[in-house]
């Protein structure tokens, strides 16, 4: 019996060391006096930072524009904007994504929501900037577009809320940090939890099968 245990907890271990690694993070964009003028016509580019193991594919997917009236990323509001997405390291740009014709997995039902896939050659800590559409990079890594208009596109707020979905594969992502607060949730594989799930009920299943033994 503990021999059977051991195996199927090591292979549950290879399931889940060779599995895909998803985390969420959600944030909001919104006004701000970013450039200390008095005035609250500065809208926020949220920023939040990673690190990745070396050979790493990550598939970003954004969230933000609830066209339907339905609130896909349940925070009680409906809400909206066209979603621009930057990847940085260091200072340096890696990404500029607007849009995509991507499949996206997270409920998306509008092209302003972003998606797009990178691999990364190089193990450190990334910085991603979720902004509005026509924002630029400068914008983006200084976390605010001055003097501008804020679009919220869904709904009659001067917020919006963003969900972004990562997915990693071939590698792992970790250290999430929200540069302003936001919560971020692992997100467990289902085929791995769902294989590990069997194999423990096969144990269950072991055990209630086998004969009881009888007294001498």
């Known amino acids: 019996m503990q021999k059977l245990l051991a195996t199927l907890m090591c292979a549950a271990g290879f399931v889940l060391a060779g599995a895909a690694h998803a985390t969420v993070i959600n944030g909001t964009i919104h006004k701000i006096d ?5 005035q609250m016509d500065d809208v926020r580019i949220s920023q939040f930072t990673f690190t990745v193991t070396a050979g790493a594919t990550v598939f970003f997917d ?4 609830e066209a339907t009236n339905v609130d896909l990323n349940g925070d009680g509001v ?6 621009n997405m930057w990847l940085f390291k260091g200072t340096t740009l890696l990404r500029d994504e607007d ?3 991507l499949t996206f997995g997270d409920g998306s039902v509008h092209r302003y929501d972003t998606a797009f896939s990178h691999t990364f050659s190089q193990a450190g800590t990334y910085t991603m900037a979720i902004g509005e559409h026509g924002r630029t990079g400068f914008d983006a890594l200084r976390g605010y577009s001055t003097n501008t208009y804020f679009n919220p596109r ?12 990562m997915t990693a594969t071939n590698g792992t992502i970790g250290n999430v940090a929200n540069l302003y607060g936001d919560p971020v949730a692992a997100v467990p594989e289902p ?3 769902g294989l590990l799930g069997a194999g423990l009920l096969g144990v269950a299943a072991a055990r209630r099968r086998r004969p009881a033994m009888t007294s001498m």
């Open 78 to 83: 409906i809400t909206g904007f066209d979603v």
């Open 62 to 65: 954004s969230l933000a524009y």
């Open 191 to 193: 085929a791995a939890l």
């Open 34 to 38: 970013g450039d200390k003028d008095g």
């Open 154 to 165: 869904a709904g009659n707020l001067d917020w919006a809320a963003w969900r972004v979905t």
């Open 99 to 101: 849009d995509s014709s």
